[in-house]
């Protein structure tokens, strides 16, 4: 009997080690499997206490984890399955290369789903539930750059038009197209989850499961077996964000997430990892992180050379292969593979000598054997207590013909000459004729074929189509005007900061009987910054275990509580964990057709500037909900510096079109808009979401002036005007959050000292001053000759007079915004550049934003019209202590 030669190598006797080898496996015949563990187990301690240290692997063999003897049995029509998956390729191919060939600019990918084609159609035919009335279905996330087939499919399934394929990524066209990838913004009753920011999905996803267990556990649903998938690319797994949550499914025993990992080598421009595994650098990483790791390497064909490999020596040979070798294997012939693979050893070219050389070369990969891939899912489907990730080998471009297959370029590959088309055609046997190729139709069978019927039947059986969006929850009813109400006659002399007029706000939210229980505050690591604490102990920390210590603080009135049916999702250190949280809770309201309400709380640092790509696609998933940037303003958060102090997000905050954002100053200020977003978004049903900032500067609250409300809420409101009603010195001061109340020290400061009679606005929101100010603009252009529209912001200035001051905490290009439509020139200042650990007056001093430089600039406009002499500008200067030789903040 031949030997494994490694065992040479280290000089032990091969005799002897054949006989320790022979009595494990009586061990194994005699008492069983577990039993062997348990000796093996023992071993590995003992040998650990002489001092022996096994080095750490966290690989099992480059084999498939579930050997062919436990792989359960396929149960579909192998055949009529493999009719429809060849139909879906085929007119996912049509789809791009008509496109292109229509015009060459418009792209998209045939190779991703070429190699996740199995993949896919396995968990259409047999495992993806739909929504329905009486089960909430599996929620599944599509790899992106594959949504031609998934199109591709859905046309089979008579839920596209052949006029939609052919307008696949011409979505203007008339009739409407197809987007390039997931968008439900763009297809909202279609897609569900954006998934071509690579990266996203993976962790959106890990949230979505914890969510969906946080419903349970709070008896928002019942407990099911719903399932969410993921399916992501193996480049795709190199985005930080992708393996950034792993540990937190694990910690959670979420056996209701299921990953599936297209292993096809393969990214863009070359091998994933050319001088590596992948596949086992991925099974490292989610077998320590406690997954359930199943490995789908090889297709059936190999299983009887595997059988014949007792010694090991066939995976061992395939276990030592970098990917790039086996990439080229993939485009290489019969000859090359046996010379490469079984090539160095005799006895591994032994086990394949019966073999032909085609044979060899078509030896298929697991990811692309429905067999193998059915199994797999079985056992991830039923496996309990953790996570499970399945890596299936596949080949990039599978199917493509010799251009496309496995090659380098492949992920780019749009077109394909006659030649490789009639390949195509004929190795899926696609009733195209040689005529009809040039021309590439789609193919789609008739009604009553059977692979319509299996495809129907099939799907109705799993409860309806998959991806199907659709919103099923009811709209709200009550107004909850009592809930805010309180907060509009101020603070009555007390000093509040907006954080804690908000906690107010929320705490007294959660007490509601309507909304109570939708709400979903969410905070990573931030609570006790912003004066939250009192919250853990109302509503309690979700926890999926319950509190299994007694916390050091249990004695306090406002202990750390950790509850099973806890409301607060405590996120620890992760924005983008927390948005995720408030994507699966933003969105609920069509995922499970139930209304939660996220209030997601923290540093507003490091959210648009930091997670902005989960926040856009939290816009394209049409979440609605409050982000609330905690202690935001470049100077009202002392102390902290230039990481902290956020002048920039309400700039970061524009380009996100349903994103309404708000700086506002005063507690009656957010409690108008919140209560409004809860109507507009909770009742009336409209996709946006909120940006709120709050600061932590205290100061009185004041009531709200009568019929303030509508200026709140569109941007602007006069908060103070001027009693001095004569003077000709006239000016009209912008201020806003923290700000606003440098802009009424200068109030003051401009009538006692220099006559001037100014008015103070308070302006809520640039950002809807601007989105009011293109809109009226464009309706304008479109429709001369009529009577044009006015722009808010030009109504609220028509009746004023004087020089127009705007001053905030953020960049000076927020109020530049606006300057268009003010009916006059407007001064803008603001906290442009890096922000600097100092208090409050230093850092506003250093930036040019307090009452002095408002006054300054107030006198300097005033200047500017001829109105007052520039030695009075100058006598300011030095009345109010201003250094001209100080650095600009810009660029200090
Ligand atoms: C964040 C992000 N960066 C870059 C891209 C562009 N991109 C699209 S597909 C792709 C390669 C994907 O490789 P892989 O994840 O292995 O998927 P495969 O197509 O091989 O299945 C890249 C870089 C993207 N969509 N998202
Ligand atoms: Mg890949």
């Not at 229509?102 to 993949?119: C, E």
């Not at 052949?162 to 279609?190: C, V």
């Not at 899912?377 to 596949?394: D, Q």
């Not at 201020?735 to 009538?751: C, H, M, T, V």
Request: contains cysteine; aromatic residues 10%.
């Amino acid at each position: 009997m031949e030997r494994d030669t490694d065992t040479k190598e280290i000089g032990m006797d091969p005799q002897e080690v054949q006989e320790w080898v022979e009595s494990f496996n009586e061990v194994v015949r005699e008492e069983g499997r577990e039993s062997a563990i348990t000796l093996l187990d023992r071993l590995r301690g003992h040998a650990q206490s002489l001092g022996i240290a096994l080095p750490f692997t966290a690989n099992t063999p480059y084999l498939n984890t579930i050997p062919s003897e436990k792989q359960a049995i396929f149960p579909g029509d192998q055949e009529i399955e493999r009719r429809i998956k060849s139909l879906v390729r085929w007119n996912a191919l049509a789809m791009v290369v008509r496109a292109n060939r229509v015009d060459h600019s418009i792209g998209g990918h045939i190779s991703t789903y070429a190699s996740a084609a199995t993949l896919f159609e396995v968990g259409f035919n047999h495992f993806f539930r739909g929504r329905t009335e009486e089960f909430e279905g599996d929620t599944v996330y599509l790899q992106g750059h594959a949504s031609p087939g998934v199109y591709a499919r859905a046309f089979l399934e008579g839920r596209l038009s052949m006029k939609q394929l052919e307008n696949f990524r011409r979505e203007l066209r008339e009739g409407g197209g197809l987007s390039s990838y997931p968008h439900p913004w763009l297809m909202p009753d279609f897609w569900e989850f954006p998934t071509v920011s690579m990266g996203l999905s993976p962790l959106m996803a890990i949230y979505q499961a914890r969510f969906n267990r946080y419903l349970e556990d709070r008896s928002m649903k019942p407990r099911t077996d719903a399932k969410v998938w993921a399916f992501l690319g193996d480049g795709e797994t190199d985005e930080p964000e992708t393996l950034g949550a792993i540990t937190l499914a694990s910690r959670e025993n979420l056996d209701n997430i299921i990953f599936v990992i297209n292993c096809n080598l393969q990214r863009l421009d070359g091998p994933v990892r050319g001088n590596g595994k992948i596949v086992q650098e991925l099974e490292a990483a989610f077998r320590g992180a406690g997954w359930n790791c199943i490995k789908v390497l090889w297709g059936s064909d190999w299983d009887p050379l595997f059988e014949r490999d007792t010694d090991g020596l066939l995976s061992k040979r395939l276990g030592e292969m970098v990917d790039g070798e086996s990439q080229k294997l993939s485009v290489e012939s019969g000859a090359y593979v046996r010379q490469h693979v079984f090539g160095g050893d005799s006895r591994l070219l032994k086990m394949v000598e019966d073999l032909p050389d085609e044979a060899l070369r078509t030896m298929r990969q697991g990811g692309h054997d429905p067999r193998k891939v059915y199994a797999a899912y079985k056992a991830a489907f039923e496996h309990k207590g953790s996570p499970t990730v399945i890596l299936a080998r596949t080949i990039k471009g599978y199917g493509l013909g010799e251009s496309g297959e496995g090659r380098n370029i492949t992920h780019q590959q749009k077109k394909l000459n006659e030649e490789e088309l009639r390949e195509f055609r004929s190795r899926f046997g696609i009733p195209v004729s040689d005529e009809q190729l040039a021309e590439t139709p789609f193919y789609l069978p008739p009604e009553d074929s059977r692979e319509i019927q299996y495809l129907r039947a099939r799907r109705q059986a799993l409860g309806g189509y998959v991806p199907t969006r659709k919103v099923r929850s009811k709209p709200l009813v009550a107004d909850h005007d009592a809930l805010f109400r309180e907060f509009h006659s101020g603070s009555e002399g007390r000093e509040v900061s907006t954080t804690m007029a908000f906690v107010g706000m929320l705490r007294q939210m959660l007490r509601d009987p309507e909304i109570g229980k939708m709400v979903v505050p969410i905070v990573p690591d931030e609570a006790r910054t912003f004066g939250m604490e009192s919250l853990f102990r109302q509503v309690g920390i979700y926890s999926s275990r319950g509190q299994l210590y007694e916390p050091v603080d249990v004695h306090t009135l406002l202990y750390y509580k950790e509850a099973k049916d806890g409301q607060i999702l405590e996120e620890g250190i992760t924005e983008a964990g927390s948005m995720a949280s408030f994507i699966a809770a933003g969105s609920a309201y069509a995922t499970h057709g139930i209304n939660t309400i996220p209030f997601f709380i923290y540093y507003s640092m490091f959210g648009l500037q930091r997670i902005s790509d989960f926040i856009w696609a939290a816009a394209d998933m049409r979440c609605r909900g409050f982000m609330l940037g905690g202690t935001a303003g470049r100077t009202t958060l002392a102390g902290e510096g230039l990481q902290h102090q956020d002048g920039n997000s309400h700039i970061l905050a524009l380009p996100i079109p349903t994103m309404r954002a708000y700086d506002p100053a005063f507690a009656y200020e957010i409690a108008v808009i919140i209560q409004d977003g809860i109507r507009r978004m909770y009742k009336d049903g409209e996709n946006i979401f909120y940006y709120i900032t709050v600061m932590n500067e205290a100061y009185t609250m004041p009531p709200m002036p009568a019929g303030a409300e509508e200026g709140i809420l569109k941007g602007m409101y006069k908060f103070r005007a001027s009693e001095n009603k004569i003077s000709k010195l006239r000016a009209q001061l912008f201020g806003s959050g923290a700000i606003l109340r440098e802009a009424l020290k200068a109030q003051e400061i401009l009538g006692e000292k220099y006559g001037v009679s100014a008015d103070v606005w308070s302006v809520t929101s640039y950002k809807a001053l601007y989105t009011d100010g293109i809109d009226a603009e464009r309706w304008n252009l479109l429709h001369a000759g009529e009577k044009a529209r006015v722009p808010y912001v030009t109504q609220c200035l028509t009746d004023s007079d004087g020089v127009l001051v705007a001053a905030s905490d953020y960049l000076k290009a927020l109020p530049n915004l606006i300057s268009r439509w003010t009916p006059r020139r407007l001064a803008s200042l603001g906290t442009d550049g890096f922000g600097r650990s100092e208090n409050r007056a230093s850092l506003r001093d250093f930036f040019e934003v307090d009452a002095r430089f408002i006054t300054l600039a107030t006198l300097y406009e005033l200047f500017r019209d001829g109105k007052i002499e520039s030695k009075v500008v100058q006598q300011a200067v030095k009345d109010l202590d201003i250094n001209l030789d100080k650095p600009n903040p810009l660029f200090a």
